[in-house]
């Protein structure tokens, strides 16, 4: 049930005491954590905290410990299925209502998963329930990803409810002071979390950045690339930054809409190609015909399928569901109409066939904060544009999140506010 953003670094954890009981009967005999953590047991006298203890401290298959400030406790972490042969075991944390965001869960956990390396082991799970929006996103932040959901999972109240299970691969011992693994790990980046936070946040760098992103709008830069022979129409930092996706996240299938040259779809299809699987499915109302036959004729288009038809029209709709039915990960990117009307209508279509673990991204969400005279001859601009439609559309689905690390790291996007990351399927 973790809340906190922040680091706190006097926090400690250390072994449970007598004095302890009161808190953590206070914890476990608490409706809304038990909910939340799953609980099928409640403490509703010492005598039952002390027998719960003596079963959490003397299991060889565990770790508990008091999350302490100034030894007052203020929660509890442990590890429980320890498996030492494969080097893995699942995480669970509690911090005091009370006591949320001061820091105490990021410190917590950051202790624990370095108790977890002294023990040998490589990676963390842990489980979370579905529709608790706060703690998936606290556990992304810190570098574990979404690796399934489990269906039906947990009864509570006489409803059975999914269960999001998440892994985290712990890195090579190192002082807890240190910056947290990136994200999306396993992947390795030279550079440093906290050096790209800063980055990201500094006025000038800013500052600048907007200004130059305005100016490099006039000469049309985006322009100025092809990818395998097709014009793309993308900045630089943005084909970094989706390559990365997907070999990371590795779909089975790419939906894409808006087509234009088929330099995007020539790209997704190329690192699903190195992937050694997945396929593609491009959208666009209008189709060229030079367009579609240089596709076609493309070494890569054996990954590649197209639909001709408004992304929004229910029966294209319609069409690309059925694709995307057999699909265990589906990755979604929106580049077609650029209208906050239409954008919203596309992400009620196709924002649900995003599986949890992958990216749904928004392109052209950048028109938002560029001027109005960018656009003399288009229909959306500020006020009207991707931007305005992923704004309401987060405040509806709180089982996305915009991937803020990747953003800090790309600078220069088009897509600001538009990489979304889906952290878990709705109840049901």
Known sequence: MPRDDDDDDELTLREPEPGDEPALLRWRSDPESRRLLMWRTSARTSDDVAAWIARRTGDPQGSFAIVARSEQPVGFVQLTRIDRVDGHAYLGLLIDPDRRRQGAAS??????????RVMGLRKLLLEVLGDNAHALRFWSKRG????????????????????VLLEKMLW???SVAAVEAPARAPLAMANQADLIRR??????????????????GQYKYAYNWAWYGRPIIQLPQ???AMQMLILDEKPDLIIETGIAHGGSLVFCASMLELLGEGQLLGVDIDIRAHNRMAIEAHPLAHRIAMLEGSSIDPAVAQAVRARAGAARKIMVCLDSNHTADHVARELALYAPLVTPGQHLVVFDTAIEDLPASSFPDRPWGPGNSPKTAVRAF???????????????????TVAPDGYLKRIAWPPT
């Open 107 to 116: 410190r917590a956990a950051l202790l624990m998963e370095e108790r977890a």
């Open 394 to 412: 987060l405040e509806q689905n709180p089982w996305f999140q915009i991937d803020r690390e990747l953003e800090a790291r790309l600078l220069f």
């Open 144 to 163: 574990y990803r979404v690796v399934g959901t489990l269906r039906r999972h947990h009864e509570h109240d006489g409803t059975h409810h999914e269960v």
């Open 238 to 240: 943005d084909v970094m």
């Open 199 to 216: 980055m990201a946040s500094d006025p000038e760098v800013r500052d600048l950045t907007t200004r130059l992103f305005a100016l490099m």
């Open 172 to 174: 090579p011992s190192q």
